[in-house]
């Protein structure tokens, strides 16, 4: 089971690679498992400061639930299946270092919602993204009918919802769904690459708290997200990177952050 999803670190960039590539890593019970553990090990790994979340080879990211579990299932048996996959995608979007979702190819179902999850999703131009469910006569439970309105908005994620219709890399940048799509899954490799080495640069309590304030865009009122920000703004001020960022911006030298 180990072998259906990997994890590698290198360079402080943790990478968590669903391996299912005959089943278009199609996201079982066991596989949202062990994804949940390895997202928990990067979170609480000093080392890591950023995390890569991918699916192997080039035609799937996660080509959404097994649905072989489906089968024989009713309201009462599927509930634990839903429960983990909103938790993984919970503890995903609230941990304290940035996820970056590299889409190659199926991105559909189970696989959409936990790239939504992610804080940046960058795809290859044969990416496709979609939330089918309803062809199944059910309806998305990884968080999708929450989070893609969100993104997208209310009209655009009806519409999807309820035909169940895949849309192409370039019309899910378009529509805000993805932040960028490379010509081939080689450059989005290095895009990726590239972005979460900037990442890791950047000062990680300052990420933190970021993250944290412009998550709960989602999820407070207006006038208390901007009481949070303003706490969360002084408290970088407490910070050893709050310091050595000023003082290399005055003196006109590069940064070199102890994430403290």
């Not at 997200?225 to 911006?249: M, P, Q, R, S, Y």
Request: overall charge negative.
């Amino acid at each position: 089971m180990s072998e259906d999803v990997l994890y590698e670190i290198d360079d402080e960039v943790a990478t968590v690679t669903i391996n299912r590539p005959d089943k278009y890593n199609a996201l079982n019970v066991a596989v949202i498992k062990r994804l949940r553990e390895l997202f928990k090990q990067a979170e609480e790994d000093p080392s890591v400061r950023v995390v890569v979340l991918t699916g192997a080879g080039e035609k799937a990211f996660a080509a959404g639930a097994d649905i072989t579990e489906f089968k024989n299932k009713n309201s009462e048996t599927v509930r634990p299946l839903a429960e983990n996959g909103q938790e993984l995608c919970k503890y995903i979007e609230e941990m304290s270092k940035p996820v970056i979702a590299a889409v190659n190819g199926f991105a559909l179902g189970g696989g959409c919602e936990i790239a939504m999850a992610c804080d940046i999703r960058y795809a290859s131009a044969n990416a496709r993204f979609g939330q089918p469910e309803i062809n199944l006569g059910i309806i998305p439970g990884f968080g999708g009918t929450v989070r893609l309105p969100r993104l997208v908005g209310l009209g655009i994620a009806k519409e999807l919802c309820f035909t169940g219709d895949q849309i192409k890399a370039e019309e899910a940048f378009r529509i805000g769904l993805v932040n960028r799509v490379f010509e081939s899954v080689e450059e989005l490799r290095q895009g990726v690459k590239d972005l979460a080495k900037k990442l890791s640069k950047k000062p990680g309590v300052a990420i933190k708290l970021a993250k944290k304030s412009l998550n709960n865009a989602w999820s407070l009122p207006l006038v208390d997200n901007l009481d949070f920000e303003v706490d969360v703004f002084c408290l970088t001020f407490d910070t050893e990177d709050k310091e050595i960022g000023v003082e290399a911006f005055l003196s006109k030298s590069k940064p070199e952050f102890k994430h403290k």
